[in-house]
């Protein structure tokens, strides 16, 4: 798969960057352009000549070069290749692209790119195990970077436990991974909903539910990594927008019923978001003020986004799946919900106080569909959602593509 790609390697400093020579020249026997851009800490490993000699092509180091920079060379490289990989990814390079810095060659590169991403984290144990660089860890996922390793292991500072950088022949897997999948769902349209919905009481107040949005966001970031065409549709949450996604910013259940509408057709819906089933039957337009008594609110239905979608008519989705949030008699309320749902699968997942699944990193799903019931076991909602993309891919692998989308 790796055959005709264009990689751009991207070498900061530590001990592990001479594990670069032998990724790049691996790189290249599969076939694979490899261009090269060699921080100042990665050249105190190894040598812009040794980087030269097995990719065949120059090494670039300096953000300020004139010859470079007269054809933006930082925008031209970032752009020209199909993957950035960063090995290794010091904890250094990993905080400037967290925090969008960009004061060299590399991580301008790398803030100007309109492609994928994969690092490779490099450090000393104790560095890797640091609360920043954990959030500057789950902030490059959250953006839609891949990573592969680190490894525990011996380290060159004398210390046990992980750290290592990833052997060459794991990122050389994890790259031909990328390309392989990429292609799953090329030319399929998906549109996920993701988060809670805000229903108005008045201009202050609302009337809202516990989801973080972490499941429905992985899910779009997971569709959109095997190349389908992806909208998420999304409540308020605290998350940064996936990279790659087309993304709809809602706060209402009616709002969001709305631009999942104009999202239409699409190959595949999966209704994540955990819409309010109630709202205010009327919302006042000033602040309710206290008056001693507490006010009576009147509420009506909210539409039932999910159903809409599995009844749309001839523009219905080839693959509606649902989300059913129960904290009692799990498999029992999300079978039922299938039925009265009128959707392709259900995935039901256990929100009862004590599991962590609402604002959590972890789920527990069970998919439901006319065969039955698919258990999985708890995992990361970013390894759910990879689980999920990769059971919608192989349900479409034999269906046509929606006209719209090529």
């Known amino acids: ?6 990689v751009l390697l991207v070498i900061s400093g530590g001990i592990a960057a001479y594990k670069s020579l032998e990724l790049i020249r691996r790189v290249r026997e599969r076939g694979g352009d490899v261009r090269c851009i060699l921080t100042s800490g990665g050249a105190e ?24 920079e007269a054809e933006m060379g930082h925008i031209r490289l970032s752009r020209e290749a199909d993957l950035l990989v960063v090995a290794p990814a010091s ?13 060299d060659l590399a991580s301008t590169a790398l803030l100007a790119t309109d492609k994928r991403v994969l690092i490779a984290p490099a450090m000393n144990v104790r560095m890797w195990e640091h609360p920043a660089t954990q959030a500057n860890l789950a902030t490059l996922r959250a953006q839609g970077v891949l990573t592969v390793g680190p490894n525990a292991g011996d380290m060159a500072c004398g210390e046990y436990g992980p750290g290592r950088m990833a052997e060459p022949a794991e990122i050389l897997a994890a790259i031909d991974s990328f390309f392989a999948a990429g292609a ?41 990594r095997l190349g ?32 999942c509408r ?24 000033q602040k309710l003020k206290k008056n001693g008594t507490a006010p009576k609110l009147a509420l009506t239905t909210n539409p039932d986004i999910l159903a809409n979608l599995a009844a749309a008519g001839n523009s219905r989705p080839r693959l509606v799946v649902g989300f059913a949030a129960e904290t009692e008699n799990l498999i029992a309320h999300a079978t039922a919900k299938l039925t009265s749902k009128g959707c392709d699968w259900i995935v039901a997942n256990d929100v009862s106080p004590g599991t962590g699944t609402f604002g959590g990193e972890e789920n527990s799903v ?9 258990s999985w076991p708890r995992l990361s909602k970013d390894d759910v959602a990879a689980r999920l993309a990769a059971r919608i891919a192989d349900h479409l692998a034999g269906a046509s593509v929606t006209g719209s989308a090529s």
């Not at 798969?1 to 264009?6: F, T």
Request: hydrophobic content about 45%; overall charge negative.
């Open 45 to 68: 490993f190894v040598t812009p000549l040794s980087v030269a000699a097995l990719s065949e092509n120059k090494v670039y180091g300096d953000l300020f070069s004139l010859t470079d």
């Open 91 to 103: 904890a250094d390079l990993m905080a400037k692209m967290a925090t969008g810095r960009a004061d």
């Open 184 to 224: 799953r769902l090329s030319g399929r349209r998906a549109l996920v909903t993701s988060g809670p919905t805000y229903e108005a009481i008045d201009p202050v107040r609302y009337l809202a539910n516990r989801s973080s949005g972490r499941q429905g966001h992985a899910i779009a970031l997971a569709l959109s």
């Open 1 to 6: 798969m790796i055959a005709g790609k264009r």
């Open 228 to 259: 389908a065409e992806t909208t998420l549709v999304t409540g308020p949450t605290r998350l940064a927008d996936p990279a790659g996604v087309d993304v709809v910013h809602i706060e209402s259940a009616e709002e969001m019923l709305a631009a």
């Open 262 to 285: 104009t999202a239409l057709p699409a190959d595949v819906a999966v209704c994540a978001a955990a819409v309010a089933d109630w709202r205010v039957a009327k919302t006042s337009g």
């Open 366 to 374: 069970h998919v439901i569909d006319a065969a039955g019931v698919d």
